[in-house]
């Protein structure tokens, strides 16, 4: 506050603010005695005198008592006059003036009350009685009672004369019995009202038992008004406890009823009890037993429990429908006053019942409706323009004006229901939709045929022979087949140009290139192209900057892409509206890195190769905490993922499905011309090493499992692939490009140089088995790198070089076949011999896997939305296969090599320094390697192979499906 | 004062029985030294596990608190804490001196059958058969693990810590090395359910041993195959093996009752311990000394490399 005043505005302050509290200031000291002065009520001095000075408050010029001082008395014994002793008062000691201070009010004599000239009422008493019964302690005016004035009031002296008596009512005296001084609700008539109509109904109701003729009676009296103020914060018609009840020795009842009116205490004190049961003494509720209460068993501490109280007003009614209202017999076998009755019993304190009952409110009945009426409101049907078509409009206009009278109603005037979806549109005014009116219409002229010649099969009467259904309906199945099944690129392309010639534009297609606008873009150029039926639309859309790598990839997309979403289906999704959000939710999450291949491994676990072939690393991330918990820094500082990082891949996509029909298809009859082209450069390098692994692997398992088997499933593989072959070469012939094309398909150089060089190798390689460790070592390790550098460059000079036609390819599948089959059996025997030696070689050769993996997953990272499938991955992953299918039996002596010096190594307190010389080793073999099989290469050329892939690729297929 | 080196001495085997405690709880499915090797932990199928005296072979102490019999026990660092786990699918890290339990953590969803402190004993990492491993925090009261490496694709049998690693032995055939420092996950691929995994003292190999009979030494680091052991029966209980406290020899429980014992340079099985009649289910090695434990049914014995004194005491006793 002191704070506040400081400032300029003024606030209104309450009360006396505080002195500023100024901390270097000593607080205020208290004011010694000495310094004290005390002042009488005059403003004179005081002085107060000490055990030396004459003690308290001194008269006589600060004497005491007398000119004397302070002089004792003598003792005078006061026995005998003890009539004339008076109880001394310490006013009689005290000066008037201090009487004030100690609270001691002047006297004076006046008459009391009780003695005045005013006479008790005794009405006035009742009522009070009638309080004090309420009140907590019963009866406490009968006290005063007991000191009943000597003198009564005039009035009351007068009435006496009069002949009145206490306890009659005042008036003329009427021709009845004396009424009983009962209490009831209803006669309890407030103020200076009359006696009630009710009242007087229930005289008439005595009457009836005893009515003496030639006797009056006085009128009741009357109760007034009890005015005694609300003390307490119940409500309205509290009771509390019943001391009454306590008086009761039976105890409590059942049940408590706080709210029950008083009448019953009343009643009691009316004199009239009704009670033989009534018993002297206090016990139960509210009071404690005496001692000399003479029943032992009678329950002295009485338990109260909260059931026996009510929670709510107006609880649930007790059985006899009284309500507590204890009226004597008479009134509750009444029948037409019951209700009154029942009712009283639950008046309120201060309230009375209502001499009149409220008016009813009349309500009155709703109108009845006629019986036709309907609770619908209806139009005139309208005549529409449209449907006048043939009239003239000024017709139309007149008829339209005269409510159609004229024209003819329609037959489905019924309603809307009887209206189809057409006819509603144009009564909505909607245009019609875009796409085609039946599902008919989205299928293919052949499909339809063919359904249509179902129909009319069963439309047909049944006396036409089955055959004939069963012939019409086989016929378009085969159609179907063959359609279902594009059996070239070219084909493909062919249909999308079909499919899109003559659409017009519909800003609704489908747009798979969404994420890349100007693939995008060139799609859509494609796409006018094709529908302006430009045969090469796909060659002229394509980016000439592009690399031929991209061109061929994206060529296939879009070829794909266009197929998918041909104009039936663009015209099927203006059908549906799209959707206001786009969905993200069709993402779903897969760990990044998937693990390889199952069989290869378990291919290296037989071989016991353990090592690169065996092992994945992936990208882990661990928890943060976990990482503060094991004292290592976090690997991945700023990444929030945990465990194994996850990535989204759409959910539904296109090219999802597509990459698992492909890999079902068989390979040549899916790959379209281009994709053939682009097949060498699609892949990575890594993926061929993997493959080729892979397929080595699988193949050298399936000759230790089934040695039997495998001549037999070969010979039936290689025939089908034939076919196949050949089928495809009359293709590539009817284009014309053959040249081309078989230069896409020619195998790497290696796969030659492992299927014809391999066996001179091993000879050599497994005589010198054993020999010097060290040079082994590094020729070993140098053998995976190799074997890389030769697939990359034989399949550089394959595209450069030219091959033979298609012809020569399908003549010599069987040859080849023959030594493929051969050399696997020569491999697999060598396998059983050096398995342990073998394990350490795949290794080496996998060690380059992470790198390539990564850069692998770079390319990936470049695409964008859903993943194409590399479109001919099969067929180079078999051309890879070959190549390291025959190149194993050549390495086994070297692995073997490397498997003693690893063991060595372990002699020696497995010092693992040794690798590190031989590094330089393995980069010289490497060299010497690369030269030779490029030579092999070129001269093995001309061998075609493709029978040996696919014979191999069935191979493959036969186990893993 | 530079005197040589002595010359290493041949090394010992633990081939002399030094005792053999009648743990009185059931089948012991396994037996732990604690991390100096002056107690073990015999995990009992009486639900209860049990420290015991390693020198005189007396009861210390009973911890009882699991819902099912103990599959796995490991003690930490200072020997405050036992952490333990059951077939009732709890992990319960216990107090040693109070034989309280600290901390009762759920969550697997099936019996857990490997557990291992960290180094520090900051985490407790438990392996079950729903396939994960769980780190559990110790140090805060976060009952929920901190990860949950769900890489397995089957029941994890077995894992050890060592420093910033975690190698797990998992029925899919793999074993998986978490490298926390790098952050990276090996899986190597062993085909056959693996039943125990180990890391050699000097943390360069990791063992394995499968349920197609052989113990698997590889390379740490690249995975390839420094040494295979073989002659022991282990095909279809999920039996232990370890190395040698000097990563001399390898070892392992087998089907027919005994323990084998190869070199780990040379393969060659080295000793053949005839433990008893029934499968030897647990051992473990002393981390120092060439003291091992093995468990069958309900014994547990101790083997020395030879008779001490303190056999005789026992005897006497």
């Given at each position: 506050?002191?704070?506040?005043?400081?400032?300029?505005?003024?606030?209104?302050?309450?009360?006396?603010?505080?002195?500023?509290?100024?901390?270097?200031?000593?607080?205020?000291?208290?004011?010694?005695?000495?310094?004290?002065?005390?002042?009488?009520?005059?403003?004179?001095?005081?002085?107060?005198?000490?055990?030396?000075?004459?003690?308290?408050?001194?008269?006589?010029?600060?004497?005491?008592?007398?000119?004397?001082?302070?002089?004792?008395?003598?003792?005078?014994?006061?026995?005998?006059?003890?009539?004339?002793?008076?109880?001394?008062?310490?006013?009689?000691?005290?000066?008037?003036?201090?009487?004030?201070?100690?609270?001691?009010?002047?006297?004076?004599?006046?008459?009391?009350?009780?003695?005045?000239?005013?006479?008790?009422?005794?009405?006035?008493?009742?009522?009070?009685?009638?309080n004090?019964?309420?009140?907590?302690?019963?009866?406490?005016?009968?006290?005063?009672?007991?000191?009943?004035?000597a003198?009564?009031?005039?009035?009351?002296?007068?009435?006496?004369?009069?002949?009145?008596?206490?306890?009659?009512?005042?008036?003329?005296?009427?021709?009845?019995?004396?009424?009983?001084?009962?209490?009831?609700?209803?006669?309890?008539?407030?103020?200076?009202?009359?006696?009630?109509?009710?009242?007087?109904?229930?005289?008439?109701?005595?009457?009836?038992?005893?009515?003496?003729?030639?006797?009056?009676?006085?009128?009741?009296?009357?109760?007034?008004?009890?005015f005694s103020?609300?003390m307490?914060?119940?409500?309205?018609g509290?009771?509390?406890?019943?001391?009454?009840?306590?008086?009761?020795?039976?105890?409590?009842?059942?049940?408590?009823?706080?709210?029950?009116?008083?009448?019953?205490?009343?009643?009691?004190?009316?004199?009239?009890?009704?009670?033989?049961?009534?018993?002297?003494?206090?016990?139960?509720?509210?009071f404690?037993?005496?001692?000399?209460?003479?029943?032992?068993?009678?329950?002295?501490?009485?338990?109260?429990?909260?059931?026996?109280?009510?929670?709510?007003?107006?609880?649930?009614?007790p059985?006899?429908?009284?309500?507590?209202?204890?009226?004597?017999?008479?009134?509750?076998?009444?029948?037409?006053?019951?209700?009154?009755?029942?009712?009283?019993?639950?008046?309120?304190?201060?309230?009375?019942?209502?001499?009149?009952?409220?008016?009813?409110?009349?309500?009155?009945?709703?109108?009845?409706?006629?019986?036709?009426?309907?609770?619908?409101?209806?139009?005139?049907?309208?005549?529409?323009?449209?449907?006048?078509?043939?009239?003239?409009?000024?017709?139309?206009?007149?008829?339209?004006?005269?409510?159609?009278?004229?024209?003819?109603?329609?037959?489905?005037?019924?309603?809307?229901?009887?209206?189809?979806?057409?006819?509603?549109?144009?009564?909505?005014?909607?245009?019609?939709?875009?796409?085609?009116?039946?599902?008919?219409?989205?299928?293919?002229?052949?499909?339809?045929?063919?359904?249509?010649?179902?129909?009319?099969?069963?439309?047909?009467?049944?006396?036409?022979?089955?055959?004939?259904?069963?012939?019409?309906?086989?016929?378009?199945?085969?159609?179907?087949?063959?359609?279902?099944?594009?059996?070239?690129?070219?084909?493909?392309?062919q249909?999308?140009?079909?499919?899109?010639?003559?659409?017009?534009?519909?800003?609704?297609?489908?747009?798979?290139?969404?994420?890349?606008?100007?693939?995008?873009?060139?799609?859509?150029?494609?796409?006018?192209?094709?529908?302006?039926?430009?045969?090469?639309?796909?060659?002229?859309?394509?980016?000439?900057?592009?690399?031929?790598?991209?061109?061929?990839?994206?060529?296939?997309?879009?070829?794909?892409?266009?197929?998918?979403y041909?104009?039936?289906?663009?015209?099927?999704?203006t059908?549906?509206?799209?959707?206001?959000?786009?969905?993200?939710?069709?993402?779903?999450?897969?760990?990044?890195?998937?693990?390889?291949?199952?069989?290869?491994?378990?291919?290296?676990?037989?071989?016991?190769?353990?090592?690169?072939?065996?092992?994945?690393?992936?990208?882990?991330?661990?928890?943060?905490?976990?990482?503060?918990?094991?004292?290592?820094?976090?690997?991945?500082?700023?990444?929030?993922?945990?465990?194994?990082?996850?990535?989204?891949?759409?959910?539904?996509?296109?090219?999802?499905?597509?990459t698992?029909?492909?890999?079902?298809?068989?390979?040549?009859?899916?790959?379209?011309?281009?994709?053939?082209?682009?097949?060498?450069?699609?892949?990575?390098?890594?993926?061929?090493?993997?493959?080729?692994?892979?397929?080595?692997?699988?193949?050298?398992?399936s000759?230790?499992?089934?040695?039997?088997?495998?001549?037999a499933?070969?010979?039936?593989?290689?025939?089908?692939?034939?076919?196949?072959?050949?089928?495809?070469?009359?293709?590539?012939?009817?284009?014309?490009?053959?040249?081309?094309?078989?230069?896409?398909?020619?195998?790497?150089?290696?796969?030659?140089?492992?299927?014809?060089?391999?066996?001179?190798?091993?000879?050599?390689?497994?005589?010198?088995?054993?020999?010097?460790?060290?040079?082994?070592?590094?020729?070993?390790?140098?053998?995976?790198?190799?074997?890389?550098?030769?697939?990359?460059?034989?399949?550089?000079?394959?595209?450069?070089?030219?091959?033979?036609?298609?012809?020569?390819?399908?003549?010599?599948?069987?040859?080849?076949?023959?030594?493929?089959?051969?050399?696997?059996?020569?491999?697999?025997?060598?396998?059983?011999?050096?398995?342990?030696?073998?394990?350490?070689s795949?290794?080496?050769?996998?060690?380059?896997?992470?790198?390539?993996?990564?850069?692998?997953?770079?390319?990936?990272?470049?695409?964008?939305g859903?993943?194409?499938?590399?479109?001919?991955?099969?067929?180079?992953?078999?051309?890879?296969?070959?190549?390291?299918?025959?190149?194993?039996?050549?390495?086994?002596?070297?692995?073997?090599?490397?498997?003693?010096?690893?063991?060595h190594?372990?002699?020696?307190?497995?010092?693992?320094?040794?690798?590190?010389?031989?590094?330089h080793?393995?980069?010289?073999?490497?060299?010497?390697?690369?030269?030779?099989?490029?030579?092999?290469?070129?001269?093995?050329?001309?061998?075609?192979?493709?029978?040996?892939?696919?014979?191999?690729?069935?191979i493959?297929?036969?186990?893993?499906? | 004062?530079?005197?040589?080196?002595?010359?290493?001495?041949?090394?010992?085997?633990?081939?002399?029985?030094?005792?053999?405690?009648?743990?009185?709880?059931?089948?012991?499915?396994?037996?732990?030294?604690?991390?100096d090797?002056?107690?073990?932990?015999?995990?009992?199928?009486?639900?209860?596990?049990?420290?015991?005296?390693?020198?005189?072979?007396?009861?210390?102490?009973?911890?009882?608190?699991?819902?099912?019999?103990?599959?796995?026990?490991?003690s930490?660092?200072d020997?405050?804490?036992?952490?333990?786990?059951?077939?009732?699918?709890?992990?319960?890290?216990?107090d040693?001196?109070?034989?309280?339990?600290?901390?009762?953590?759920?969550?697997?969803?099936?019996?857990?059958?490997?557990?291992?402190?960290?180094?520090?004993?900051?985490?407790?990492?438990?392996g079950?058969?729903?396939?994960?491993?769980?780190?559990?925090?110790?140090?805060?009261?976060?009952?929920e693990?901190?990860?949950?490496?769900?890489?397995?694709?089957?029941?994890?049998?077995?894992?050890?810590?060592?420093?910033?690693?975690?190698?797990?032995?998992?029925?899919?055939?793999?074993?998986?090395?978490?490298?926390?420092?790098?952050?990276q996950?090996?899986?190597?691929?062993?085909?056959?359910?693996?039943?125990?995994?180990?890391?050699?003292?000097?943390?360069?190999?990791?063992?394995?041993?499968?349920?197609?009979?052989?113990?698997?030494?590889?390379?740490?680091?690249?995975?390839?195959?420094?040494?295979?052991?073989?002659?022991?029966?282990?095909?279809?209980?999920?039996?232990?093996?370890?190395?040698?406290?000097?990563?001399?020899?390898?070892?392992?429980?087998?089907?027919?009752?005994?323990?084998?014992?190869?070199?780990?340079?040379?393969?060659?099985?080295?000793?053949?311990?005839?433990?008893?009649?029934?499968?030897?289910?647990?051992?473990?090695?002393?981390p120092?000394e060439?003291?091992?434990?093995?468990?069958?049914?309900?014994?547990?014995?101790?083997?020395?490399?030879?008779?001490?004194?303190?056999?005789?005491?026992?005897m006497?006793?």
């Amino acid at each position: 506050m002191a704070s506040d005043s400081d400032s300029d505005e003024d606030f209104v302050t309450y009360g006396t603010p505080l002195e500023p509290l100024e901390e270097d200031k000593p607080l205020k000291k208290p004011i010694p005695l000495h310094e004290q002065t005390v002042k009488d009520e005059k403003g004179r001095y005081k002085r107060f005198h000490g055990a030396f000075t004459g003690g308290f408050s001194a008269g006589y010029f600060n004497t005491v008592g007398s000119k004397e001082g302070w002089a004792p008395s003598a003792f005078v014994s006061s026995r005998q006059q003890k009539a004339g002793k008076q109880n001394a008062r310490p006013e009689d000691f005290m000066d008037e003036e201090d009487f004030s201070e100690h609270g001691i009010a002047p006297r004076e004599i006046t008459t009391s009350s009780e003695f005045s000239s005013s006479r008790r009422d005794q009405a006035a008493e009742k009522a009070k009685a009638i309080n004090a019964q309420a009140a907590l302690i019963p009866g406490d005016t009968l006290l005063e009672e007991l000191i009943a004035p000597a003198r009564l009031s005039i009035g009351v002296e007068l009435l006496r004369k009069m002949g009145w008596k206490e306890g009659q009512g005042v008036g003329p005296r009427v021709k009845r019995k004396t009424r009983r001084q009962q209490m009831d609700g209803g006669s309890r008539v407030y103020g200076c009202a009359l006696p009630s109509a009710g009242a007087e109904d229930s005289e008439d109701d005595d009457d009836e038992e005893f009515a003496p003729e030639n006797v009056t009676f006085a009128p009741k009296d009357v109760t007034p008004v009890d005015f005694s103020p609300r003390m307490g914060v119940q409500g309205l018609g509290y009771r509390g406890l019943d001391p009454g009840l306590a008086l009761l020795g039976h105890g409590a009842p059942e049940h408590i009823d706080l709210f029950k009116p008083q009448s019953e205490a009343r009643s009691r004190l009316f004199g009239d009890e009704r009670s033989g049961t009534r018993r002297g003494g206090v016990a139960g509720q509210a009071f404690g037993v005496g001692a000399l209460e003479d029943d032992d068993d009678e329950d002295v501490y009485h338990r109260d429990s909260m059931s026996r109280y009510d929670s709510v007003l107006g609880g649930e009614e007790p059985g006899d429908r009284l309500y507590g209202w204890t009226a004597p017999q008479q009134y509750s076998r009444n029948k037409d006053r019951s209700k009154d009755v029942s009712y009283l019993g639950k008046i309120l304190e201060g309230f009375t019942l209502a001499q009149k009952p409220a008016k009813e409110k009349t309500i009155f009945p709703p109108p009845s409706l006629p019986r036709d009426y309907r609770p619908v409101q209806g139009f005139r049907p309208v005549v529409e323009v449209s449907r006048l078509s043939g009239v003239s409009p000024a017709l139309a206009k007149a008829l339209r004006t005269s409510r159609g009278h004229m024209v003819k109603e329609e037959p489905q005037q019924g309603g809307r229901h009887q209206l189809h979806s057409g006819q509603r549109r144009t009564l909505l005014g909607e245009d019609a939709l875009q796409g085609p009116s039946s599902v008919m219409e989205l299928l293919r002229p052949e499909d339809r045929q063919r359904l249509l010649n179902l129909r009319n099969a069963s439309n047909q009467t049944s006396n036409q022979t089955s055959n004939q259904t069963s012939n019409q309906t086989s016929t378009p199945e085969s159609r179907v087949s063959v359609v279902s099944s594009p059996s070239s690129g070219l084909q493909q392309q062919q249909e999308a140009l079909a499919a899109w010639r003559g659409v017009q534009i519909s800003t609704q297609t489908f747009r798979p290139f969404e994420k890349n606008p100007s693939k995008q873009e060139r799609y859509e150029l494609y796409l006018n192209r094709l529908k302006q039926g430009d045969k090469d639309a796909l060659d002229r859309s394509l980016d000439p900057a592009m690399t031929e790598w991209e061109r061929s990839r994206e060529r296939d997309e879009f070829v794909r892409a266009s197929i998918l979403y041909r104009p039936s289906s663009s015209s099927l999704s203006t059908r549906f509206t799209r959707a206001q959000h786009q969905e993200d939710d069709d993402t779903v999450e897969v760990s990044r890195d998937q693990e390889g291949d199952i069989d290869d491994k378990q291919a290296a676990v037989t071989m016991k190769m353990f090592g690169k072939l065996t092992r994945e690393t992936f990208e882990w991330h661990p928890d943060k905490l976990l990482c503060k918990r094991f004292n290592v820094p976090d690997p991945f500082p700023g990444s929030g993922t945990v465990g194994l990082p996850k990535v989204k891949r759409d959910k539904f996509s296109v090219f999802n499905f597509l990459t698992v029909a492909e890999s079902r298809e068989p390979t040549a009859l899916l790959k379209p011309p281009e994709s053939m082209k682009k097949s060498r450069w699609d892949v990575s390098e890594q993926k061929k090493e993997e493959d080729c692994l892979s397929e080595m692997l699988s193949a050298a398992r399936s000759q230790t499992e089934t040695k039997v088997e495998k001549p037999a499933s070969l010979p039936a593989s290689s025939s089908s692939s034939q076919q196949t072959e050949v089928k495809a070469a009359d293709q590539k012939k009817k284009e014309g490009d053959e040249d081309q094309e078989e230069e896409e398909d020619r195998p790497p150089m290696d796969l030659f140089k492992a299927i014809f060089a391999s066996s001179s190798e091993e000879k050599s390689s497994s005589s010198s088995e054993g020999g010097s460790d060290e040079e082994e070592d590094g020729k070993m390790d140098s053998q995976p790198l190799n074997l890389f550098n030769i697939s990359s460059v034989t399949s550089s000079s394959a595209t450069t070089s030219s091959s033979s036609s298609s012809i020569t390819t399908s003549s010599s599948i069987t040859s080849s076949s023959i030594t493929t089959s051969s050399s696997i059996t020569s491999s697999s025997i060598t396998t059983s011999s050096s398995i342990t030696s073998s394990s350490t070689s795949y290794s080496a050769t996998s060690s380059q896997l992470p790198v390539s993996s990564k850069a692998s997953t770079q390319q990936d990272d470049e695409e964008f939305g859903p993943k194409l499938p590399p479109p001919s991955a099969a067929l180079t992953r078999g051309g890879a296969t070959s190549v390291s299918e025959e190149r194993k039996p050549s390495r086994r002596s070297k692995d073997k090599k490397h498997k003693n010096k690893k063991q060595h190594k372990h002699k020696k307190d497995k010092k693992k320094k040794k690798q590190k010389k031989h590094k330089h080793k393995v980069k010289q073999q490497k060299k010497k390697e690369t030269d030779s099989s490029s030579e092999d290469s070129e001269e093995d050329g001309q061998v075609s192979t493709d029978e040996l892939l696919k014979r191999l690729k069935n191979i493959r297929s036969h186990q893993t499906w | 004062m530079a005197f040589p080196q002595p010359r290493p001495q041949a090394p010992q085997l633990p081939q002399h029985l030094l005792r053999t405690i009648d743990c009185q709880q059931g089948a012991v499915r396994a037996v732990r030294f604690n991390c100096d090797g002056n107690y073990l932990l015999s995990c009992g199928s009486d639900k209860s596990l049990k420290l015991w005296s390693m020198s005189r072979g007396t009861l210390l102490k009973t911890y009882s608190g699991h819902g099912y019999e103990v599959l796995d026990a490991d003690s930490s660092y200072d020997n405050s804490q036992i952490c333990s786990c059951s077939s009732d699918k709890t992990v319960i890290l216990w107090d040693v001196a109070t034989g309280q339990v600290t901390r009762k953590l759920r969550g697997h969803a099936g019996k857990v059958n490997c557990v291992q402190f960290s180094e520090e004993a900051t985490v407790i990492l438990s392996g079950s058969i729903d396939g994960t491993v769980r780190c559990w925090d110790t140090r805060s009261r976060r009952y929920e693990p901190i990860q949950v490496l769900d890489e397995a694709r089957d029941s994890i049998s077995s894992l050890k810590v060592a420093q910033h690693e975690l190698l797990t032995g998992s029925v899919d055939g793999r074993v998986r090395l978490y490298d926390l420092r790098m952050g990276q996950l090996h899986v190597d691929f062993i085909s056959s359910p693996i039943t125990c995994v180990c890391f050699s003292q000097d943390g360069q190999c990791t063992l394995s041993s499968s349920l197609d009979s052989t113990v698997r030494l590889l390379d740490k680091s690249t995975g390839e195959m420094l040494g295979e052991y073989t002659g022991h029966k282990m095909k279809g209980y999920k039996l232990d093996c370890c190395l040698s406290s000097k990563d001399t020899h390898v070892l392992s429980c087998s089907e027919d009752g005994h323990v084998y014992c190869w070199d780990l340079v040379e393969g060659s099985l080295s000793l053949k311990l005839p433990v008893g009649k029934a499968v030897v289910q647990s051992l473990s090695f002393h981390p120092s000394e060439t003291c091992l434990l093995t468990a069958m049914e309900g014994r547990v014995q101790v083997w020395a490399s030879e008779p001490e004194e303190a056999d005789e005491e026992a005897m006497a006793k």
